[in-house]
């Protein structure tokens, strides 16, 4: 079992910035590909950025809105990743969650063995 638990949400005002982070624990010598995607009221998740275990391969969402503003990034010796998110914009509030599998391919794809429970990420106008 592997245990994800982010951190780093709150609200920010637009144009400002933001670091989520996502903390592994448990089995995590098996975990390969982490992501983080992000869920807002009445709409469907959506990927956000993943990378895998040697932090050589990252994956960005292919979406105009998102593109350029989040950098995604791992600290294998502290078992954590963040999202760097700058230029924060109203449509960026969303709950962000954190995900694991040992395939990075199944982390993009949503479908992820492992889930945390999400942080609140709230940007005003």
């Known amino acids: 079992q592997v245990q994800l638990v982010e951190s780093g949400g709150g609200l920010v005002q637009a144009g400002g910035s933001l670091r989520l982070s996502c903390a592994a624990s448990?089995?995590?010598?098996?975990?390969?590909?982490m992501g983080w995607f992000r869920q807002a009221p009445g709409k469907e998740r959506e990927f956000v950025a993943a990378?895998?275990?040697?932090?050589?391969?990252?994956?960005?969402a292919d979406s105009d809105s998102m593109k350029g503003r989040f950098t995604i990034s791992r600290q294998n010796y502290q078992n954590t990743v963040d999202l760097r998110m700058n230029s924060l914009k109203p449509e960026d509030t969303a709950v962000y969650y954190c995900?694991?599998?040992?395939?990075?391919?199944?982390?993009?794809?949503?479908?992820?063995?492992?889930w945390g429970q999400g942080t609140q990420v709230t940007v005003s106008s």
């Open positions: 995900a694991a599998d040992p395939s990075l391919e199944r982390v993009v794809a949503g479908k992820g063995d492992y």
């Open positions: 448990g089995r995590t010598f098996s975990v390969y590909g």
């Open positions: 990378i895998g275990w040697s932090a050589g391969s990252t994956k960005y």
